[in-house]
């Protein structure tokens, strides 16, 4: 069972029914636990190959009519927000800096069913020696929400070739911080989706909605034909004319080169890269 089908199913259980009233309105808790699933995966940052770092303090923005429904529960909604943003870290194999806090804020040039997600990362004081920084009036951050932390954790100054704090090239190409390729080795492709990992055994992969792609996404944010990997040097992904886009890396884009460890959003679904040599 997926994390968003866990959540609507903890949610329709909480105070008796309270919450399928007050979200009679447009805005849809799974709509706005979709949306803080898609901003850990568009801010997440590599920092080596065991930790992938994501926001831990999220902000959601709800019109004024949507905020007054909503303000006299935003404790227990924030809580079971959190819990989602932690499943689906588990799941995703994300980690944090600091402890996951979810709460609401009313935007008055929201309309009523629109909202807005922001989120930062806050360190907290046994994860980096550094203090974690403090919010500015009106809700703004040192450093502001969408953007990584201003200090990260320490990397090491000279790491092995291929050792656990080396630096991949942004290109995917062989480079400094990265293993030369093995003379004559063939270099093995695959994805990960949700834990299960799919073989790349041709020049091309299909990932869609529909049954005739090679990879079939069961997604409804997926379109049939949904975007190609290409491999080679470097590898590749193109989108093939989606209704929803691609995400690589945290940015949108229509193509993009590929590397070991790449992250791709399609849809609500998080795919991960994997190349190596062998």
Known sequence: MGVLKRFEQRLEGLVNGTFAKVFKSEVQPVEIAGALQRECDNNATIWNRERTVVPNDFIVELSAGDYDRLSPYSGQLGDELAGLVRDY???Q???FMGPIKVQLEKAD??????????????????????APQGRQPGGAAEGGYGYPPVAA????????PGGPGARRPATGAPGAGAPA?????????????????????RPTLVLGRSTEADVRIDDPGVS????????????????????NGIVVDG???????LRDGSRIVVGSTTIIYRQAEG
């Open 224 to 243: 049939r034909r949904h975007c190609e990997i290409r491999t080679g040097t470097p590898s590749t992904i193109q989108d093939l004319g989606s209704t």
């Open 89 to 91: 870290a588990k799941q």
């Open 153 to 160: 954790p320490p990397m090491p100054s000279a790491p092995p």
């Open 109 to 130: 040039d929201l309309d009523t069913g629109l909202y807005r997600v922001r989120s930062r990362t806050l360190a907290s004081s046994t994860s980096q020696p550094q």
């Open 251 to 257: 940015q949108h884009t229509t193509r993009a080169t």
């Open 93 to 95: 194999r994300y980690s």
């Open 181 to 201: 390729p093995s003379s004559g080795a063939p270099r093995r492709h695959w994805i990960e989706i949700n834990g299960t990992r799919h073989q790349i055994s």
